[in-house]
Structure formats: C-alpha cells, structure tokens
C-alpha cells in the first residue's frame, strides 16, 4: 500500500531555532518527493522537489535531503523565524501511469517568540 | 508566468443548493487535481483531470463532480450542499508525461462556507 507518513504531527520551537521534519514513505515505484509550506487557509507553496538521483535540495533557510534506499526524506529548517509557523507537507509521486502522488498528513510548526 | 488561479476566492452558500468552483491552470499544464481540506486538517483528494477527461476520483459521494474544458481549465461542482462540505477547495496543476508529474502548483484556494 502507497503510504507517506510524518513526524512529528506537530512541533513548537523558540525563534532562532533549528529543527527537522521527517518523511517517511512507501510510494513505488518512486519518482519524485516534494516539500510544501501551507500557511492556514492558503494554498501550499513549493518548497523542494527531488528525484530519485538527488539527495539534497535546499531553499534559502529550508534543506531537504532524500534516501531513496531507506524511503526517508526529512526538511531541516535553520534559524527559525516567526513567519515559518504554517504546515508543511510530505508528498511523493510514483512513476506509473495512472494517479499516485500521495499526501502526508503533515506537520504543524509553531514558532514562539 | 501566472500561476494556478481559483475563483471565487471566498463562496457562502445554503444547504441544499449548488456551488461551482473554477480553477485556470499554469499556462501548458495538462491535468488538474482538486482536493478538500476542512478546517485543521490534511488535503483529501477529490478528482483527477487530464486531457480533457476525469482519470480518478476519490472517496466522494457524486453530489461532486466536474470537468475540464479544452483551454484545460476545470470546474469543480458540488450539488445539494451540506453543512460539512464546509471547507477550502485547492485545485494544482501539472504537466504529466509518462506517468510523471511536473511543476505541480496549488493554487491559493477557494473557501466555501456553507450554512
């Protein structure tokens, strides 16, 4: 069964911290696995996207890294600033035809003050 | 470049009656995806078109359904509304080749409240 699952369903931080999300999937056969921020009531934004060859992609603050051997990808945030508190989603996308892109549950940030 | 557009951007209808939702996707994008998110919660996947045609639904009842024009535009209908199909609507897009996934991009959403 395709499944993406993360950890921790939710986190709070102080700002200036750092922190990692994890994913953990089990979508095959793979094709790329995607980060998203979603900010309450909005649309999710891109944050990373990687391929089965790629095992780390950054986005200014934002670093995603990929095992595609052990299915784990996590998103590591540095320095943390109030505005990253929002969602952020796990999805993964298989390489068949027909539909499979699989959406995690994701995590919610809070980032205090 | 424009990205996925959604409109309206915020709907209030009555139970009982019909709300359509309408999507433009990027500009060379072939499939768009809807989904429903309530309040506090993940994206549930509500339908699939490509080319013209729906490819997969998800585990809604038929009072939604829709269909994507040829300028592969979409809308969303959802018939005799109830009070939980209270929710935000997000269409994406993507260019699919192969079976692959491209570019997929949400657009900022519609909210309907229904009461």
């Known amino acids: 069964k395709n499944q993406v699952e993360q950890s921790p369903q939710s986190l709070i931080i102080l700002e200036g911290k750092n922190c990692t999300l994890q994913c953990n999937y089990t979508v095959s056969p793979f094709s790329n696995l995607r980060w998203y921020k979603q900010d309450t009531g909005r649309g999710p934004v891109s944050l990373t996207i990687?391929?089965?060859?790629?095992n780390t992609k950054s986005n200014g603050r934002y670093t995603a890294t990929l095992d595609a051997d052990t299915k784990q990808s996590s998103l590591h945030i540095t320095a943390s600033q109030l505005s990253d508190s929002a969602s952020y989603i796990c999805?993964?996308?298989?390489?068949?035809?027909?539909?499979?892109?699989?959406f995690g549950a994701g995590t919610r940030l809070f980032v205090k003050a | 470049e424009a990205g996925v557009t959604q409109s309206p951007t915020h709907l209030i209808k009555t139970r009982g009656q019909q709300a359509t939702l309408r999507c433009s996707p990027i500009?060379?994008?072939?499939?768009v995806y809807w989904y429903q998110q309530a309040l506090g919660l993940g994206l549930q996947f509500l339908l699939w078109y490509d080319e013209g045609e729906e490819r997969n639904r998800g585990n809604f009842p038929p009072r939604f359904s829709g269909r994507q024009f040829p300028n592969y535009s979409s809308e969303l209908n959802v018939n005799a509304l109830e009070l939980e199909d209270s929710a935000l609507y997000l269409c994406a897009s993507s260019l699919r080749s192969q079976g692959i996934d491209y570019g997929y991009t949400f657009g900022s959403g519609t909210r309907l409240t229904v009461v």
């Open positions: 990687m391929t089965f060859s790629e």
């Open positions: 500009s060379g994008h072939t499939s």
């Open positions: 999805v993964v996308s298989g390489n068949t035809g027909g539909f499979k892109t699989i």
